[in-house]
């Protein structure tokens, strides 16, 4: 089974609209951290935000929010107001346990932002 | 400079030859990681280190090496490069924490 599952292979937005990505985890780890990274064009791998299991709040960084919900297994991104930079490659991935753990990610999702 | 800095960041290479992707990073982090990335298929775990004694396969070591010299450093090698190691390839450091990966430019490699 994947451990992370990205449905949404493209979306599509236009700027200024805010757009949620779809990310859900598998894990029986307790402690477990969730994180976005955005690919542009140009291959870099840019970290957007951090979710740990154990935060009670979603994490916000800028226009990028995480909807952390527990109980359902998902960690979706919401990006508010987008952007036409913004449009790229989304991945999703997860660190299980603390410690000794490495990142699984999940397939990606394409987002492309129209004027 | 970059935190993280891969060398060469594109390169082209028959098959049956041997090449290394060099990485080395400068946050002073104990952890680092090889991944190959494939259209489709995001980002796969080939070898990772935790310290500069530790060496791990991740999911898809073969055909792969790595050495560690120093703990900035930390090499991958393919011993016979075959078409299908056709990829994008990245190096990644994380500190204890792993509460965040930093990421090299990645090096582009093509086998023909």
């Known amino acids: 089974a994947q451990k992370i599952t990205q449905t949404q292979p493209g979306m599509f937005v236009q700027e200024k609209e805010a757009v949620t990505l779809d990310c859900t985890y598998d894990t029986s780890d307790q402690s477990y951290g969730l994180f976005w990274y955005k690919q542009p064009s140009s291959g870099e791998m840019i970290f957007l935000i951090y979710q740990g299991s154990y935060d009670e709040q979603n994490a916000t960084e800028g226009r990028y929010s995480l909807n952390f919900q527990k109980a359902r297994k998902s960690a979706n991104l919401v990006i508010s107001a987008s952007q036409l930079g913004d449009s790229a490659m989304y991945f999703c991935?997860?660190?299980?346990?603390?410690?000794?753990?490495?990142?699984?990610f999940g397939k990606g999702t394409m987002l492309l932002v129209s004027p | 400079d970059a935190d993280v800095t891969q060398t060469p960041r594109n390169r082209i290479t028959k098959t049956g030859k041997r090449i290394m992707l060099e990485c080395s990073q400068t946050k002073g982090h104990d952890r680092m990681y090889w991944y190959r990335q494939d259209p489709g298929l995001g980002l796969r775990l080939i070898y990772y280190?935790?310290?500069?004694?530790?060496?791990n396969k991740g999911e898809i070591s073969d055909g792969y090496s790595v050495s560690r010299q120093a703990q900035a450093k930390f090499s991958l090698s393919l011993e016979s490069a075959i078409p299908n190691q056709t990829a994008l390839y990245f190096c990644?450091?994380?500190?204890?924490?792993?509460?965040?990966?930093?990421f090299g430019q990645g090096t582009r490699l093509t086998v023909v």
């Open positions: 990644a450091t994380s500190d204890i924490q792993n509460t965040e990966a930093f």
């Open positions: 280190s935790f310290d500069v004694k530790d060496i």
């Open positions: 991935a997860m660190r299980e346990g603390f410690g000794y753990s490495t990142l699984t």
